[in-house]
Structure formats: structure tokens, C-alpha cells
């Protein structure tokens, strides 16, 4: 499988913007740094995967240095990574393929979660669930398979210096009737110990709010390092995701997200709400 399609598209947006900020054409790039500009161009427009080397020799070409440099690096190294997700790599579609990696690199994962938890925030038998309630019909993945594969995406949140993940489910995803009362039972105890991670803090959006952002449907926000040039946000379907990649898109998500924060109860109130309903599930 080829590098990660978003990851290649945000180095060579960046890379696009360097050479355009110093007002150079193909050409005169080619001739500073000995790269074909044919080259060049796949680079830019996302058709070849980058060589480290050859980025290393733009970006000191460029004179780009800072924590923006290394960024761009990071980028660079991801299509030669060795990650967990490489012994999945049969089973992975390009988009979970572009999702997990993106996790996997982020600082921080903002999510909204209006019908069913985030994936980051599942049991197993949640799961389970989950994925056959929304499967239209059989990709070639076997149900145990993306079970598997969403357990082990969680890993990210547990990792040394993990992201942070900030999530908001509305109170309606809390109450979807699951036949096996442990399952949601023992989802809400995860959902409990979760909110005591250092790195993820947990609200509930109340039935009865006032209308906010997040009316319009799910999202995740993946952010990186402190600057937000190449922040993605994440959408999910049916049948397909969605990555928006375009910087003002997504200031406009940033924005929603702040809006949705502040509608949703306080984590306090939102861990209290959370208990009260484990404890109201018989066993």
C-alpha cells in the first residue's frame, strides 16, 4: 500500500506554499537544489511519495528551520514508518489506512459524537455492535478483523506523550438499546475510567440543548504540534470518509467544536452523568 494519501497531500500543500513565499517557479527551484522539477511537481501535487533526502534539500533550500521544519519531516518519514498498523496493512482501506496514521501522529483528536461513540472510546463488544449495525454490506473485511483494528488504534491514547482527546457524545448515543445490558454496562465503565486519563477529558451534550454546530453530523478534528496548517478533519459515512484538508474548512470545524464544548455539560457534571446511568443498569 502506498503512502498515506491526506499525510502526502498536506507535505506537498506545504512544500507548494514554501516555494510560492519565495516567489519561485519549478525551474529555479531545480536549478538551486539539482531536483527535477517534473519531480518537484509530483511532490507538490501529492502524485509521488517523498524521499527524506530530497525534502531535506528543499527545505534548506527554502531556508525553512523552526518547529515547522520538523514538522514537515515528521511528514516526510511517515510513508517509511514502521507502525502497528503495518500487520494490518491487508485489511486496511485507503481511508482507515489515512485515519489511523493520522491518529497515530496527531497531538491532539477533538471529536463530536452524536449517535454512536468514537473508536477511540469503544469496548470489544461495543464494537461489535457498532460495526454490524452500519455494515451495508461485506467489503471484504471480516467483522473480527475491524474489531481488531479498533482495538488496537486505542493504543494511541496510552503511548508515551499520547495526544490529547477531547470528546463530546451526545446523551442520545448513551442511550441506543443494546439487548446484552453488560455491554453498554461495561461501556460505561470505560467510559468512567477514561475521564481519569490525564490526556482525555469527556463531555455529554444533554438531550435538551439549545441547536449548536454539531446539529450537522460527526467529526474529528486531528491536530499537530502547535501549529494548525496541518490540521485534518475526519467525517464519516455510510459508506465512505471524508478528510478536509482546506485551512479555513477547518478553522470553521475548530470554531463549531468550541461551540459544541460550551453547549455540552462541564466534564464534572459529565462524569456524574455518565456514573448515575452505569448505575442504573442492572446487572
Known sequence: MTAPTVRRRQLGAELR??????????????RGTG???????????????????????????????????ELLLSLAKDGGQRGWWLAYRD???????DLVTLEDGA???????????????????????AIKATRLEDRGTPIE????????????LTKPNPPTFWGVIHESALMIRIDNVAVMRDQLDRLRHMSEMPNVEIQIMPANSAPHPGLGGAFTILGFSEQHDLDVVHTEGLLNSIYVEDRAEVELYAAAFQKITAEAMPLDASL???????DKISE
Not at 519531480?39 to 525534502?55: C, G, M, V, Y
Not at 485489511?91 to 489506512?97: A, E, H, K, M, T
Not at 497531538?107 to 455492535?129: C, D, E, F, K, W
Not at 456524574?272 to 452505569?278: K, P
Open 107 to 129: 497531538s491532539r483528536i477533538m471529536a463530536y459524537q452524536p449517535s454512536l461513540l468514537h473508536g477511540l472510546l469503544q469496548t470489544s463488544p461495543y464494537a461489535r455492535v
Open 17 to 30: 506554499k514554501l516555494r510560492d513565499s519565495k516567489g519561485l517557479f519549478l525551474e529555479d527551484v531545480e
Open 145 to 156: 478483523s475491524q474489531i481488531e483494528i479498533r482495538m488496537a488504534r486505542q493504543a494511541v
Open 272 to 278: 456524574r452523568f455518565i456514573t448515575e446511568l452505569r
Open 35 to 69: 531536483i527535477d522539477s517534473a519531480k518537484l511537481s509530483r511532490l507538490e501535487t501529492a502524485k509521488s511519495a517523498a524521499k527524506l533526502p530530497d525534502i531535506v534539500r528543499l527545505l534548506d533550500f527554502y531556508e525553512f528551520e523552526g518547529d515547522g521544519r
Open 91 to 97: 485489511r486496511l482501506s485507503p481511508f482507515n489506512w
